[in-house]
């Protein structure tokens, strides 16, 4: 009789170990979401409140809406809108939100050879980098930020296409970005949130801001559960929902770095 229990309780704990497996999503999403600490901030307080853990997968928005149209994720989470309407157009995504929004900043030496500190244009400030041939880091890796520096650059009249040795592109995200631009003295596109979050900054600074064609985005997408069956429509939703209900928003308004907001929350219904 005791043999029989014993073999009953050990079925019934593997049976309630499959039952209470825990929830989870996996979320593709961008570098500078993950590089400026906000994931890190943010998840754990979503997942005490839902109880469902996220998986995120930190790569350009490029390669992150790509996984979301193989189906390899639930939920993207991305910053380059005409990237995310044409997923939307694609079918891939349920329907498109707002999240929250924050703003690149161009970032260079101090010593400034391109002449740009204090410039709130940031054409003219392109412009300035590539006529003084200064070397420039671009991300170029197809990410939001990089998609973004691209059509700043062509507002310039400059085609980078036919760019000389001035201008880096090195196909990584925005932290191995800034440490290339911090060891050799060179420009860059960054967002704010992830310049905010840096520590290895060198001899770099913020030296054009404040122009209104550096405002930057984020958006979020349920994938298509028709499309791809696997998706987690039920969790992935809740992720989704939470982020644009009002303890999202007060959640992503409060992650700060030194005193300073890294993100704007922007949501809405």
């Known amino acids: 009789m005791r043999i ?15 039952q209470a497996e825990e929830r989870s999503i996996t979320v593709a999403s961008t570098t500078s979401t993950e590089q400026s600490g ?17 998986k995120v997968v930190a790569v ?3 390669q992150a809406l790509d996984i979301g149209r193989r189906g390899d ?3 993207v989470f991305v910053h380059d809108r005409p990237a995310e309407d044409k997923f939307m157009a694609e079918g ?3 329907k498109r939100f707002d999240v929250m929004y924050n703003d690149f900043v161009i970032v260079g030496p101090k010593a400034d050879p391109a002449h740009i500190a204090g ?41 980078v296409a036919s760019k ?3 201008y880096r592109e090195i196909g990584q995200g925005m932290g191995p970005a800034l440490n290339m631009a911090a060891s050799s003295n060179a420009y860059l596109l960054s967002d704010r949130g992830t310049w905010l979050s840096f520590k290895n900054r060198g001899d770099l600074a913020i030296l054009t801001q404040a122009d209104k064609r550096l405002f930057n985005q984020y958006g979020v997408m349920l994938v298509n559960p028709e499309k791809h069956p696997t998706v987690k429509a039920k969790d992935g939703q809740a992720f989704v929902d939470w982020l644009i209900s009002p303890k999202g928003q007060e959640t992503i308004a409060g992650y700060k770095v030194g005193g300073e907001q890294l993100f704007f929350p922007n949501a809405s219904h």
Do not use: C, N
């Not at 029989?4 to 499959?18: K, N, S, W």
């Not at 003219?124 to 420039?136: G, P, S, T, W």
């Open 73 to 75: 994720a639930d939920v």
């Open 60 to 62: 350009g928005t490029g």
């Open 4 to 18: 029989v229990v014993i073999v009953a309780a050990l079925v019934m704990g593997l049976f309630g170990g499959v």
């Open 164 to 166: 000389g040795d001035w």
């Open 38 to 54: 906000l994931f890190g901030y943010l998840l754990p307080q979503f997942s005490k409140t839902e109880g469902i853990k996220v």
């Open 119 to 159: 410039d709130t244009d940031v054409v003219d400030a392109l412009r300035k980098i590539a006529a003084a041939r200064v070397q420039f880091i671009s991300r170029g890796d197809h990410s939001g930020t990089h998609e973004a520096e691209l059509r700043l650059w062509k507002q310039a009249g400059i085609d």
């Open 92 to 94: 891939e995504g349920v």
